[in-house]
């Protein structure tokens, strides 16, 4: 199985800060690379798709980077909705692989 | 529009089994894989697997071979998964979710969530 590894774990920022979360593949995925947000007690919703494309109706400051076995999403000006648990999925092999989550919470 | 409405909570007893489902709208359901995405409380998420409808393929992840069988009925538009032979470790909150387009793997449209409890 390819292990997804993001860092850091959790994260305290302020309303305005640029956030930046990594997703680490245990092996190349290429660009089949996907960024979620949850928030508590909500079913994810999906922010990036292949590795850097903006899904309809997600803010522009989320933005993605990365191909291979590194990948970024950065958060351009923190919003207080923007509080919640983000998840990297990998899609190029089965299973398809979810890193285990960077909660970014108030500071 | 996209609609995935999933089945109330369930409260089952170690050792039963229990039948989680999906239902669609909004959109060809033959079209689409669905999969389902597994979420213990206060962990983070796990893909289960996904069944082809058209053809009622499925493809697990490992760790759900075995007690775990997803289906579907194209009739109902509507996409299953059963649980057998509870344990207290599969307490969790369980997805379906469905692709952004046929081509591809990001998971745009999710179900509500199924609360499934297993306790004595």
């Known amino acids: 199985d390819i292990q997804m590894t993001q860092s850091p774990s959790s994260l305290s920022a302020s309303i305005g800060d640029i956030v930046t979360i990594t997703c680490r593949a245990s092996?190349?995925?290429?660009?089949?690379l996907h960024w979620y947000q949850q928030k508590p007690g909500r079913a994810p919703t999906l922010l990036i798709y292949?590795?850097?494309n903006l899904q309809n109706g997600v803010p522009s400051r989320f933005r993605g980077s990365g191909s291979g076995t590194s990948f970024t999403l950065t958060i351009s000006g923190l919003q207080p909705e923007d509080f919640a648990t983000y998840y990297c999925q990998q899609t190029h092999r089965t299973p398809r692989t979810f890193g285990q989550g960077t909660i970014v919470d108030i500071k | 529009q996209v609609q995935l409405v999933q089945s109330g909570a369930e409260v089952k007893q170690p050792g039963a089994s229990v039948r989680i489902s999906c239902k669609t709208s909004?959109?060809?359901?033959?079209?689409?894989?669905m999969h389902w995405v597994r979420q213990v409380p206060g962990q983070g998420l796990e893909w289960m697997g996904r069944?082809?409808?058209?053809?009622?393929?499925?493809d697990y992840a490992q760790k759900f071979q075995g007690r775990f069988t997803m289906t579907t009925d194209t009739s109902m538009k509507t996409a299953y998964m059963e649980v057998t032979s509870l344990t207290s470790d599969d307490t969790a909150l369980y997805y379906c979710?469905?692709?952004?387009?046929?081509?591809?793997?990001?998971?745009?449209?999710w179900g509500q969530g199924t609360l499934v409890t297993v306790s004595s």
């Open positions: 979710a469905r692709a952004r387009s046929p081509d591809s793997g990001s998971h745009l449209f």
């Open positions: 069944v082809t409808p058209s053809s009622g393929a499925t």
């Open positions: 292949a590795a850097s």
């Open positions: 909004g959109y060809t359901f033959t079209s689409y894989d």
């Open positions: 092996q190349s995925v290429y660009t089949y």
